[in-house]
């Protein structure tokens, strides 16, 4: 077998797996157990056994999954040219492949929201207009959405992923009560459906043609062609029809979603002789994210998709004993460990975000001691929120720590920080608390902040807009900022900068905390972003510039305003080898580091039995190969917490 050429010694489990007879096979898999490896193995072995690699498909959710499989092909002994034969991907780009075999038209395909930010904005102003007509008062989102595009366009993929919408009442007509039905709110599900019209153009008695793709849209768009009432293709011209198909693999089975499965369904409807084989891990699907259900791996495999073996793969790769024992009782689930892998996990009581970073420099300093060659970005903290990282990150940049993020913004890059920014700097007459980037985002976010949708005939104000834009920055704090105060429609909202700006204009450090608490910002918030979730974010991170001013010695608001702009400097020019990762966990999902720390790992507050937080954490652990440090409050460690590692054991 290919593999047999390289050190590699296959366990007798993907042993089993990878030489199986079943026609359709399930793998059942714990964490950093080989998935990926396993799946090579059997899709060589059946290349051996006969099988055409040009008829072969492996399919996961992610780009670094796809990665994976083209890596781990190589290392085990494929030649070029057969891994060049099996079509690879990702279900997106599988999908993106088959539509054009129904449009006939290359779709554009945008990667960045930067990219698809304007159709958004589109879609909320004409969303707003049809929903104030249809439903007066039902519109919740109170601003142009510049600072909601983001959290959006993560709804949209969730949108996409559930085919929420499709299943709950198909092609009924949205109404604040159906809304509901789905699970998502009525503002966003408008949005979404206006920002659909938006992504497609009419083209005369031939129908539609879609305007664009982004993240999650092509395989939204193979799932709704294939249940459609009245499909876009033919028998002959079928998106699924790609002649004879000896074997069907998709890794990362965990983030199955109903879009996922339905054009997975029709794959192995469409070839019914094609040996089958998924994979996944029951207890990384974390629900949240992109519509994953482990619904697919569960009972619901059965009931969508038909009858397959289902198979174990126990046993731990990635990690020794000290971490896969606490996994195999935390789980409920056997965990084999690998007698080669050195392991440690250790739980360390630290009071705050200060201690948690002294600690992170002495880890540094350590290693590159002891392993001179070793990069930072080996050592990973893994967050269960974004707002759990302001305080981390700024006492990280004191220290000349350098860090990226992953799944979240950097702290004073956030709307509502870059708000409160603007807000101090006019009300203490400092005109150089920006970069020249953030003085525009900072200006876009008070305009949002303050009553960014200015009426003018029923429409957004496009001159304000660029008013905004290119003002300077003395003439925006001293009279633009007032100006947009007196003028918007929001009164309470305008009172409460109001009061927050004369509290902080002595410039006394000791006048932030008051001011922090005038301006409400909870009750701002809620006319920017959509969703509670990003309400709270908004308000914890305000919060978090109040711990920050009370664990620190600033002079003024002043300084403290030029100490967030030279951090935000400083992080210009970073090499990413010399970087932490700060990650929320659901981004480094599919990912592995040397040393992982988990912070906030405290009773009653990243514990109990939620499904979903149980699966964060285990996640979160199992992406370490050699240390794993569960970092808790002294006295208040979490469940969670191995037994015999919490003070007292």
């Known amino acids: ?132 007509a249809a439903f007066p008062g039902e519109f919740s989102l109170g601003s142009t959405g510049e600072s909601a595009v983001e959290s959006l366009l993560d709804d ?33 599900l408008a949005i979404f459906q206006a920002h659909e019209r938006l992504r497609r153009v009419d083209v005369g008695p ?32 079928h998106p699924l029809r790609i002649g004879a198909l000896h074997g069907l693999f998709v890794d990362e089975f965990h983030d199955m979603s109903w879009a996922m499965a339905t054009v997975l369904r029709g794959l192995m409807e469409m070839h019914p002789d094609a040996r089958f084989t998924g994979v996944g891990d029951v207890d990384q699907v974390i629900h949240a994210a992109s519509g994953a259900e482990s619904y697919f791996l569960r009972g619901g495999f059965e009931l969508e998709f038909g009858h397959a073996e289902r198979m174990l793969l126990t046993q731990a790769q990635r990690f020794g004993r000290a971490i896969a024992e606490p996994l195999q009782h935390f789980a409920g689930k056997p965990y084999p460990w690998h007698p080669g892998r050195d392991s440690r996990i250790a739980a360390i009581p630290l009071n705050d975000a200060l201690e948690l970073a002294l600690h992170i420099q002495t880890l540094l300093q350590t ?9 930072n970005s080996e050592l990973a903290v893994l967050l269960r929120h974004p707002n759990a990282a302001l305080d981390l990150e700024y006492e990280l940049l004191n220290r000349g720590i350098d860090y990226e993020t992953a799944g979240f913004t950097a702290y004073m890059s956030r709307p509502e920080v870059l708000f409160v920014r603007m807000i101090l700097a006019a009300a203490v007459g400092s005109d150089s608390a920006f970069t020249e980037t953030s003085l525009l985002e900072a200006k876009q ?12 005939e029923g429409a957004a104000d496009p001159q304000t807009a660029s008013k905004i834009r290119n003002t300077p920055v003395e003439i925006f704090q001293s009279h633009m900022i007032r100006d947009l105060l007196g003028s918007t429609a929001r009164q309470h909202g305008a009172r409460c900068v109001l009061a927050a700006m004369d509290i902080a204009s002595d410039g006394g450090i000791d006048r932030l905390l008051p001011t922090l608490k005038a301006l409400c910002m909870r009750d701002l918030a809620r006319h920017v972003f959509v969703n509670a979730e990003a309400v709270r974010d908004a308000q914890d991170s305000v919060m978090g510039l109040g711990r920050m001013v009370r664990r620190n010695q600033f002079n003024s608001i002043d300084e403290l305003l030029r100490t967030i702009r030279m951090q935000e400097e400083r992080m210009q020019g970073w090499t990413p080898q010399e970087r932490i990762v700060l990650s929320t966990i659901g981004r480094a999902k599919g990912l592995e580091f040397d040393h992982v720390i988990i912070p906030g790992v405290n009773r009653g507050e990243f514990d109990g039995d939620d499904e979903d937080e149980r699966h964060l954490f285990y996640v979160a652990v199992s992406r370490a190969r050699r240390v794993v440090e569960l970092v808790h409050r002294p006295g208040a460690a979490s469940i969670y917490v191995p037994a015999h590692l919490r003070p007292g054991a």
Not at 367 to 375: T, V
């Open 367 to 375: 290693r590159k001691l002891e392993q001179p060659k070793s990069h």
């Open 156 to 188: 949209f993929e969730r949108i996409k992923g559930t085919l929420a919408p499709q299943r709950q009442w198909g092609t009924s007509r949205l109404t604040p009560s159906s809304a509901a039905e789905t699970g998502f709110d009525y503002t966003t």
């Open 1 to 132: 077998m290919a593999w047999k050429s390289t050190p590699f010694s296959p366990t007798r489990e993907q042993t089993r797996i990878a030489q199986s007879d079943a026609a359709r096979i399930l793998i059942e898999a714990n964490a950093g157990v080989g998935k990926t490896t396993t799946l090579c193995m059997r899709a060589l072995w059946m290349v051996e056994q006969g099988a055409d690699p040009s008829r072969m498909v492996m399919l996961t959710y992610t780009a670094p999954g796809s990665e994976a499989i083209h890596r781990t092909l190589k290392k085990h002994g494929a030649s070029a040219a057969l891994r060049k034969s099996i079509r690879v991907g990702t279900f997106d780009e599988f999908c993106t492949a088959r539509l054009l075999r129904v449009e006939n038209v290359d779709v554009k395909r945008l990667a960045r929201p930067e990219e698809v930010k304007p159709f958004v904005l589109a879609a909320i102003a004409q969303a707003r207009e049809e929903c104030e």
């Open 445 to 456: 976010a008070t305009w949002e902040f303050i009553g960014g949708y200015l009426p003018l």
């Open 206 to 237: 031939d129908g539609e043609q879609v305007r664009f793709r982004y993240v999650g849209d092509p395989t939204y768009d193979l799932a709704c062609m294939l249940v459609a009432d009245d499909p876009a293709f033919t028998h002959d011209n």
